[in-house]
């Protein structure tokens, strides 16, 4: 009988010392180009969030943007109606102001939730972290590259999953990126 209830006792240490062993969490941040190239994206700042704040943040951007963001017009022609003067410059100009309120990545980055923790990537790409076993978190991250004449920029977002008994790796690349996708297409 002392053997059971010592056997016993030894798991439910063993069990919770588990439980609450934070895991460790190593990544890679990097998008793949046209030409299937891998370019770590270096030196970036990655926030951690709850998932249920996020999740929640994001359905109240979800729901303005099904309100706000319905019906506006085609932002390349309200750039050449502004460009091109007139009497409608003004209107255009509000449109403009409105079309860019609208989009993907500032919806994203008017979320006002104070970060868990923020991480940076090193030279490579690479970022680590540990996260607690029993709370669900979020990654948001936004960098840009210059590549030729042009500026890239990117918005990325991954929930990080259960997953791994001391330490899990993550990889966040073209697979997560937002900024192209409509708010209201963003399922967490």
């Not at 030409?35 to 929640?56: G, N």
């Not at 963001?69 to 309200?78: A, H, I, Q, S």
């Not at 920029?153 to 991954?158: A, E, G, P, S, V």
Request: hydrophobic share 40%.
């Amino acid at each position: 009988m002392k053997k059971t209830i010592l056997i016993i006792l030894i798991i439910l240490i063993v069990g919770l010392a588990y439980i609450f062993i934070p895991v460790k969490v190593t990544g890679s941040l990097y998008v793949v180009t046209n030409a299937v190239d891998v370019i770590p994206i270096p030196i970036t700042q990655i926030k951690v969030y709850p998932l249920k704040e996020f999740r929640k943040a994001l359905f109240d951007k979800q729901s303005y943007a099904n309100k706000e963001c319905m019906g506006l017009p085609d932002k390349n022609e309200v750039e050449l109606a502004y460009l091109n003067g007139g009497p409608n410059r003004n209107n255009a100009k509000a449109n403009y102001e409105l079309i860019v309120s609208c989009e993907t990545s500032s919806l994203i980055k008017e979320i006002q939730l104070p970060a868990v923790q923020t991480i940076q990537t090193n030279k490579n790409g690479e970022f680590a972290f540990s996260r607690s076993r029993l709370d669900n978190f979020v990654l948001l991250s936004e960098a840009q590259r210059q590549v030729g004449l042009e500026t890239e920029r990117y918005l990325w977002l991954r929930v990080i999953p259960h997953q791994g008994l001391l330490s899990q790796h993550l990889e966040i690349n073209n697979d997560n990126l937002i900024n192209n996708t409509d708010i209201r297409n963003i399922q967490l």
